[in-house]
């Protein structure tokens, strides 16, 4: 189905052979090419009534210009029919004479001569018009399919049968107030025809106006798909980056997490430390005998030669004196089947001053406590044990 719609400059022979019209049902079998043709007919009529319709309108134009270039465009020229009357004629034809500037005398001849050939128009136009059914003017809100419904309905053919030869015309999607539409129905064959009637533009351009719009908004919207694309493509791209700036941030606050678990514990154990006394706990002769303590007759224990931070290093052990403010001394832990007496070094540690000794009944144990604590914190410590 081609649209009945064609530009007026083309030429006839081709706008006769592309148009085609809705057969009814009743009559496609039987007679329809022949019931077809007086659509086609009456559609051929119509194409060259546009067609002579827009030349009359173009040459009508051209007379008034000519009429102005040649200073006569005081003379009005027939609205309806774009001629000169009887009288303009003679005017005319005297000006000719009387005018000296051969340009002007040239032009207005050409308005004559021109008017001979708008005249011949108008007798086609209205020797067609006669042959043709009264055009329907199209509104500014009316449509193609509409006004064919319209159409169809008037004469009486019912809704269901005028949609159905409504849809097998190629029909126009938009029209321009002004445009003329020809509707032929014969026989249950409908066919329309659309020329430019009054209105501003041509069937054929308000088409081509449609259609590069829709290829503009086509391109358009492909256009800004492409760029949606290339952002979801950035966003993806992105995102791919900020995952994996998570992850290496992530395993950065794991890492400064253990790091700062473990300078916790550093320095837990350093306050632990520098808050505990670091004792050796031994039998007293046998660290006499390695020089680590010195016991003297008249004199206070003290330190000996082998006294140093080494053996500390290795053999002390870390009382944290924040929480303990006491220390046990079993016989048994020192393979001694009872304590006698307990020796501290340094001898600057003072009984009942610094701690107080207390030794059990039955001398398995013995109990320091500390007096003041401050004084023995991150202190080397010797407690030398005798039975």
Same mark, same amino acid.
């Given at each position: 189905?081609?649209?009945?719609?064609?530009?007026?400059?083309?030429?006839?022979?081709?706008?006769?052979?592309?148009?085609?019209?809705?057969?009814?049902?009743?009559?496609?079998?039987?007679?329809?090419?022949?019931?077809?043709?007086?659509?086609?007919?009456?559609?051929?009529?119509?194409?060259?009534?546009?067609?002579?319709?827009?030349?009359?309108?173009?040459?009508?134009?051209?007379?008034?210009?000519?009429?102005?270039?040649?200073?006569?465009?005081?003379?009005?020229?027939?609205?309806?029919?774009?001629?000169?009357?009887?009288?303009?004629?003679?005017?005319?034809?005297?000006?000719?004479?009387?005018?000296?500037?051969?340009?002007?005398?040239?032009?207005? /001849?050409?308005?004559? $001569?021109?008017?001979?050939?708008? %005249? *011949?128009?108008? !007798?086609?136009?209205? #020797?067609?018009?006669? @042959?043709?059914?009264?055009?329907?003017?199209?509104?500014?809100?009316?449509?193609?399919?509409?006004?064919?419904?319209?159409?169809?309905?008037?004469?009486?053919?019912?809704?269901?049968?005028?949609?159905?030869?409504?849809?097998?015309?190629?029909?126009?999607?938009?029209?321009?107030?002004?445009?003329?539409?020809?509707?032929?129905?014969?026989?249950?064959?409908?066919?329309?025809?659309?020329?430019?009637?009054?209105?501003?533009?041509?069937?054929?351009?308000?088409?081509?106006?449609?259609?590069?719009?829709?290829?503009?908004?086509?391109?358009?919207?492909?256009?800004?798909?492409?760029?949606?694309?290339?952002?979801?493509?950035?966003?993806?791209?992105?995102?791919? /980056?900020?995952?994996? $700036?998570?992850?290496?941030?992530? %395993? *950065?606050?794991? !890492?400064?997490?253990? #790091?700062?678990?473990? @300078?916790?514990?550093?320095?837990?154990?350093?306050?632990?430390?520098?808050?505990?006394?670091?004792?050796?706990?031994?039998?007293?002769?046998?660290?006499?005998?390695?020089?680590?303590?010195?016991?003297?007759?008249?004199?206070?224990?003290?330190?000996?030669?082998?006294?140093?931070?080494?053996?500390?290093?290795?053999?002390?052990?870390?009382?944290?004196?924040?929480?303990?403010?006491?220390?046990?001394?079993?016989?048994?832990?020192?393979?001694?089947?009872?304590?006698?007496?307990?020796?501290?070094?340094?001898?600057?540690?003072?009984?009942?001053?610094?701690?107080?000794?207390?030794?059990?009944?039955?001398?398995?144990?013995?109990?320091?406590?500390?007096?003041?604590?401050?004084?023995?914190?991150?202190?080397?410590?010797?407690?030398?044990?005798?039975?």
């Amino acid at each position: 189905m081609i649209r009945s719609r064609l530009n007026p400059a083309m030429p006839f022979a081709l706008a006769a052979t592309v148009l085609m019209v809705a057969p009814g049902c009743k009559y496609f079998k039987k007679g329809g090419a022949e019931e077809s043709k007086e659509i086609k007919e009456l559609t051929q009529k119509a194409a060259e009534l546009d067609k002579a319709n827009q030349e009359q309108q173009k040459a009508g134009a051209s007379q008034q210009s000519k009429l102005a270039q040649a200073g006569a465009g005081d003379v009005p020229l027939n609205p309806a029919t774009m001629q000169l009357t009887d009288e303009q004629k003679k005017a005319l034809e005297e000006r000719i004479k009387n005018e000296k500037n051969t340009t002007y005398q040239a032009l207005l /001849q050409e308005v004559l $001569d021109k008017d001979k050939q708008i %005249k *011949e128009l108008n !007798d086609k136009v209205n #020797k067609l018009k006669a @042959l043709l059914p009264r055009p329907d003017l199209a509104g500014p809100n009316d449509s193609h399919y509409g006004m064919a419904l319209r159409f169809l309905k008037k004469r009486g053919v019912g809704e269901d049968e005028a949609k159905q030869l409504v849809s097998r015309v190629n029909l126009m999607d938009k029209m321009a107030p002004g445009f003329e539409v020809y509707h032929f129905y014969a026989n249950g064959v409908y066919g329309s025809w659309v020329a430019q009637g009054k209105a501003k533009i041509t069937p054929n351009d308000l088409q081509r106006q449609e259609r590069e719009k829709v290829e503009g908004e086509r391109d358009t919207a492909v256009a800004q798909n492409e760029k949606l694309q290339e952002d979801v493509n950035d966003l993806a791209t992105l995102k791919k /980056q900020l995952e994996s $700036d998570v992850t290496g941030l992530r %395993k *950065e606050k794991t !890492d400064l997490e253990t #790091k700062i678990l473990g @300078l916790s514990e550093t320095n837990e154990k350093q306050k632990a430390k520098l808050n505990s006394m670091h004792y050796i706990l031994g039998v007293s002769k046998a660290l006499q005998d390695r020089g680590v303590i010195v016991v003297p007759v008249f004199a206070k224990d003290r330190a000996g030669a082998k006294w140093s931070d080494e053996v500390f290093e290795k053999e002390s052990k870390d009382l944290d004196l924040r929480s303990n403010k006491s220390l046990t001394i079993t016989a048994a832990e020192l393979g001694l089947k009872k304590i006698g007496k307990i020796s501290v070094v340094p001898g600057s540690l003072t009984k009942d001053e610094h701690y107080k000794l207390a030794i059990s009944e039955d001398k398995t144990t013995a109990t320091l406590t500390f007096l003041v604590p401050e004084r023995f914190r991150n202190e080397k410590v010797v407690f030398a044990v005798s039975e």
